[in-house]
């Protein structure tokens, strides 16, 4: 396996956890209902990111489209998470950010 190679499976495994962080995180504040949209980005994030992981550790030939989807995914859960006022949505938009550039060069 090559350094990019292991680089990419890293942001979309780390993206997906940090996903699931901030939807649990979300879930505990106190209004709740305002994070609903930030809860549904996150949940579909880390869902398309770990089957993107997984055709990817496959070399699956469908790989390339998948990342194409996951990219924009990813780029609208971080653009989300940016706009809010917690340390756990700017930690999961960061994670996002990275699974974002390796979909996008991997698409290309």
């Given at each position: ?33 305002k ?18 992981s ?37 930690a ?17």
């Amino acid at each position: 396996m090559t350094d990019s190679f292991n680089a990419s499976l890293t942001a979309l495994n780390d993206c997906a956890t940090y996903c699931d962080l901030c939807t649990s995180a979300c879930l505990r504040e106190r209004e709740v209902e305002k994070l609903a949209h930030c809860i549904r980005e996150t949940i579909d994030c880390a869902e398309i990111c770990r089957v993107t992981s997984a055709l990817l550790a496959r070399s699956s030939d469908s790989v390339r489209d998948l990342c194409r989807a996951c990219a924009e995914v990813c780029a609208r859960c971080a653009a989300h998470c940016e706009g809010l006022d917690y340390d756990h949505c700017r930690a999961c938009a960061r994670a996002c950010r990275r699974a974002q550039e390796e979909c996008e060069a991997i698409a290309a």
